[in-house]
């Protein structure tokens, strides 16, 4: 039987039986859905031209429905697209959403962003900092890093196929 999250009703995967990685991608799917409809109700709306923006304000890229900020008051140009007013004025907007990336390993020295994800110690991490990993215990212990899933427990069960875990 599935257990779900108090208030969003998420399905929580139990790492003990399989298939957990579905019940785990459906979650997933469901955090970035509530996400997106949270920003969405917070008056966000599709970029558009000649608009006068305020900091802190939210836009819409329409081409992906990446989420960005605006930094810099500002009117948007008469014509063309959100990514060329991007390009154009750099300083302008941040991106508020970073599609989480698997980095694998964990590895000494490499450079980590925001989101990717890594596996140490049949553990996954996601990152919280920007950084290059130095001493794992010390990013760790510094925040840079949060966990994801541990499965630790499970290397050598029948439900664990060690092969499967990077994937």
């Not at 819409?60 to 948007?76: A, K, Q, R, W």
């Not at 390009?87 to 990717?116: C, D, F, H, K, M």
Request: proline letters at 2%; hydrophobic letters at 40%; glycine letters at 4%.
């Amino acid at each position: 039987m599935t257990t779900y999250t108090r208030y969003l009703h998420i399905p929580i995967a139990d790492f003990a039986t399989k298939p957990w990685h579905a019940i785990l991608a459906e979650a997933i799917n469901q955090i970035d859905v509530s996400i997106y409809h949270a920003l969405l109700n917070q008056d966000t709306e599709i970029w558009d031209n000649s608009v006068t923006y305020e900091i802190g304000e939210f836009a819409i890229d329409e081409n992906d429905g990446s989420f960005y900020v605006c930094l810099v008051e500002h009117t948007s140009a008469s014509t063309g697209t959100f990514t060329a007013a991007r390009t154009a004025n750099p300083t302008y907007w941040s991106s508020i959403t970073t599609r989480p990336e698997s980095q694998g390993e964990w590895v000494t020295s490499t450079a980590y962003l925001v989101n990717n994800f890594v596996v140490k110690d049949y553990i996954f991490y996601v990152c919280n900092v920007t950084h290059t990993s130095g001493v794992f215990v010390d990013d760790l212990a510094a925040g840079y890093w949060s966990i994801l899933a541990d499965l630790s427990g499970y290397v050598g069960s029948q439900n664990v196929i060690e092969s499967q875990v990077y994937s």
